[in-house]
T-cell receptor, first 114, second 117 residues
């Protein structure tokens, strides 16, 4: 039991589709993160939420839209994606948005954009 | 900007043997944190070991230990008595000790470890 659950596990979508990725954490953490993992590239931080407020947005295109309705749930809304957006999208949480904290990851959503 | 380099895309080790994964980093800071994360086929990344730069003693977690060379900016992971369950991608990561946007983790590109019988 990881404590961080991501759905769906796999997603195939067309460039004109709209879909959402969901992340839920059962650890009572205050900070949640979206990462993008592409083959042979370092993980890229996309967004950080602390106490439901977005605190970091690392130059992510507007076709990715995050939402954090409460401290347990995090969504990534996708629309008009490009094939280069195909990647593994990882959600993570930590007790606080704080230096040196251990991150708890979910198992990711493998996204394929056709 | 900080960078993390893992120069070994793939490594292989026999069961029960010892293997060392390399990691170097570039930073101008004196205080920071270093991590090794493991990503098995299940895709869930798990923290293996953590090192604080101000501590001279190398971190150890059961069969996992690090060789932290601050002057050389090197942070290698040693896995002793390798087991089949150690097969995974291993990521080295750096985190600044200063707050704000520098608080994010910077990851390397990973090393895929195979464990053979």
């Amino acid at each position: 039991e990881t404590g961080v659950t991501q759905t769906p596990r796999h997603l195939v979508m067309g460039m004109t589709n709209k879909k959402s990725l969901k992340c839920e954490q059962h650890l009572g953490h205050n900070a949640m993160y979206w990462y993008k993992q592409s083959a042979k590239k370092p993980l890229e931080l996309m967004f950080v939420y602390s106490l439901e407020e977005r605190v970091e947005n690392n130059s992510v295109p507007s076709r990715f839209s995050p939402e954090c309705p409460n401290s347990s749930h995090l969504f990534l809304h996708l629309h008009t994606l490009q094939p280069e957006d195909s990647a593994l999208y990882l959600c993570a949480s930590s007790p606080q948005w704080f230096i040196g904290e251990k991150l708890f990851f979910g198992s990711g959503t493998q996204l394929s954009v056709l | 900007a900080q960078t993390v380099t893992q120069s070994q895309p793939e490594m292989s080790v026999q069961e029960a043997e010892t293997v060392t994964l390399s990691c170097t980093y570039d930073t101008s800071e004196s205080d920071y944190y270093l991590f090794w994360y493991k990503q098995p086929p299940s895709r869930q990344m798990i923290l293996v070991i953590r090192q604080e730069a101000y501590k001279q003693q190398n971190a150890t977690e059961n069969r996992f230990s690090v060789n932290f060379q601050k002057a050389a900016k090197s942070f290698s992971l040693k896995i002793s008595d390798s087991q089949l369950g150690d097969a995974a991608m291993y990521f080295c990561a750096y985190r600044s000790s200063s707050g704000g946007t520098a608080s994010k983790l910077t990851f390397g590109t990973g090393t895929r470890l195979q464990v053979t019988l």
